[in-house]
């Protein structure tokens, strides 16, 4: 069987590190919040919806009790203050303060075991909602089958949702099994969530609960008939990554892009927020049975692929100890990593080989994330096309957990039906015709590969180590991380972090630790 | 006359053979191949072999075809605008720029308006620059300032102001919808209005854009697919000793 033979010892102590620089974020998990995390409280709460001119609800309380500086107590105390005096919905005091017609401060003050009550009903029902969700995709796969492995992923992204249901469709029927609709290029760095079905988009479909229950609705229709439970995937990151963590779980969506350093490096997003923002973001994924994928192909895109591998495997391994902190497990971890060596490199598939075969094996148990080749892709199609045939190759041959499709015309345009139709026949004749290779073969005694995958393992451990020193804001801050300097106050969204009051109270945050016996 | 034509080639010259791949909505039928084959009529086409027919599901189909295509053209009558400058490797350019210019220059770039994507203006600037050459960043006369993503037009123009810029980079990489297009043309009006047009080159670049649209747009120059650092920074040290020469 072809197995890398890796240095224990060597994988320990990157473990050790990075376990070092993730724990080490406690009073940020402790004693803070953000805007968005008291926005996903106020969904969680049963808050939806949007004014006519498009400002959705959730955002409109938090500014409410951001401008009387009291959001340090929680959004959560507040609406079920207000609903225990008025003795009225989350969604009419949410629906009051809108129009300017409550203050959800001056309206009296209920005793603290009103609230309490009130926030521990609308907790109970909230997580029993998500939990449904949870026990009804479980049951799918246990009464259709678990995914074949490596799963193959493909992308919507026409912008408008219902010709997404479309090619959805379409693509499902003749093999996907997962279903990203790629979001629209400017969402990451809106502070709110669009609100409602969309048809115009640039570069992809807005994240909308809307267009989220629309989409799995209709691969819901397509997984009953053809008896295999298709997944829906989409992006849980930028500055609204717990809000959209949260209609991810109320939808059933079933992975969530979700990387905890991302948003900071390739988004100048502040790093405080991102990383406390992940940390319930996460939380939820886990509470919902979501499978996360990280980002770490975008080291590779901007940097080379040979002379920063060790980055990824970096970068995969900080992302399992934040992963875990927040609940989530080893199998629902998509770690990721590319395949995006320069195709003129002799022995670059050697190369691609050792990085995959080192990713899969320092995460044995996680459904590892593969990205195809976009960097050399180029308006030769059928270049494209045969580089994706060598991609899906390394795929089915590492036994790779989800096989993100390469697209012949990826450096052209968003896939058009047929372009995604000849990417799932590709990976399909490959995935067939080398089903069972790896087993046959084996590594050549100090062979190149085995050396390969334990030089980058050693490159990533040295780096984490030495990340783990200084600390990661000032590892950021010194440009450690893809070249890109990121210090600690800078970026977009540090003035939604906020300390909390010794009163602050968020019910799903609590619960949910309990449940999952998180400390 | 005639024989100066040329047609798309095959493997006789003059045969017109080309191939297509297009997909409609209709089903992998007989009614499907033949709502193919009209559309290639309909396009002049003539000799129409559907060689290929892909069932899509949901009413859709694939159809991979060759035809012959009566359309020809004269390489006589073609003009292309192109950037016709020199390309200069690293040094020489270094070297160029201290002989005709004397000084660093500035050049500030972004990707604007919505676009999120970067890679293509990191190639050009960043200092590991792609495929072996080096970003602009690396230049010993160039003092190159990244914005990076999603940069409003607003800002590129009034860093380009504050740091006395000689070029402004645009890059652009979405064009869904044409949205290339409307943000390059905000850019270009606003530095009208603003006075600074003339001022400084505006280039523009991304894997939808050639020379003659960076032209028709109000660029100075545009670079497409498989442009580098070298084709940019070469066009600007030449462009701006130029500009120098004729004062």
Known sequence: MLKLHLHQQTVERARKAARGIAGSFDWLFRDYSSATIERTVIRMLGIDGATSDGKPLPNMVVEHLKARNVLNRGSAYWIANAMAIKGITAQEAAEQVARGELDLVSCGTASQDAIEDILDQLSDSMLAHIQAQKEHRE???AKYGPRRQPAIYV???????????????AAAIEGADIIAVIRSTAQSLLDYVPYGATTVGFGGTYATQENFRIMRAALDEVTAQEKRYISLTNYASGLCMPEIAVMGAIERLDLMLNDAMYGILFRDINPKRTLLDQYFARMINAYAGIEIQTGEDNYLTTSDAIEKAYTVTASQLLNEQFALI???????????????INPEIENCFTYELAHAMLTKELFPNSPVKYMPPTKFASGNIFKTHLMDAMFNFIGQLTGQGVQLLGMMTEAIHTPHIADRSLAIENAQYIFNAVKDLGNELSLAPDSFI???ANTVLEEATFFLEKVAEEGLFSAMARGEFADIKRPENGGKGLDGVFRKDASYMNPFLTKMKAEMELA | MKNKLIRPYGDTLGDGKIQFSFSLPMPATEEGREAARLILRQMGCEDIDICGTRDLNEGFTQFIAYATCAAAVDPQDIKVKTVDTPVMDMEETDDFIAEHIGREITVVGACIESDAHTV?????MNMKGYNHRYGLERYQYINAINLGAQVPSEEL????????????????????????????????????????????????????????????????????????????????????AGQRDKH
């Open chain 2, 120 to 124: 293509g203006i990191d190639a050009i």
């Open chain 1, 155 to 169: 992308i919507v992204a026409t912008g408008n949702i219902h010709e997404d249901v479309k090619q959805a469709r």
């Open chain 1, 326 to 340: 927040s609940g989530i497990k080893p199998e629902k971890m998509g770690l990721g990593h590319a395949f995006e």
């Open chain 1, 450 to 452: 085995n050396n390969r």
């Open chain 1, 139 to 141: 049951e799918q796969f």
């Open chain 2, 157 to 240: 123009l009034r860093r380009a102001r504050e740091e006395k810029a000689d070029a402004i980079l645009v890059s652009q990489v979405v064009t869904q919808k044409n949205i290339h297009l409307k943000n390059l043309t905000k850019l270009i009006e606003l530095a009208e209005a603003e006075g600074l047009r003339h001022q400084m080159l505006f280039i523009c670049g991304g894997p939808r854009i050639s020379h003659e649209l960076a032209i028709e747009l109000g660029y100075d120059a545009g670079f497409g697919t498989g442009s580098y650092s070298t084709d940019v920074a070469s066009f600007i040290a030449i462009t701006l």
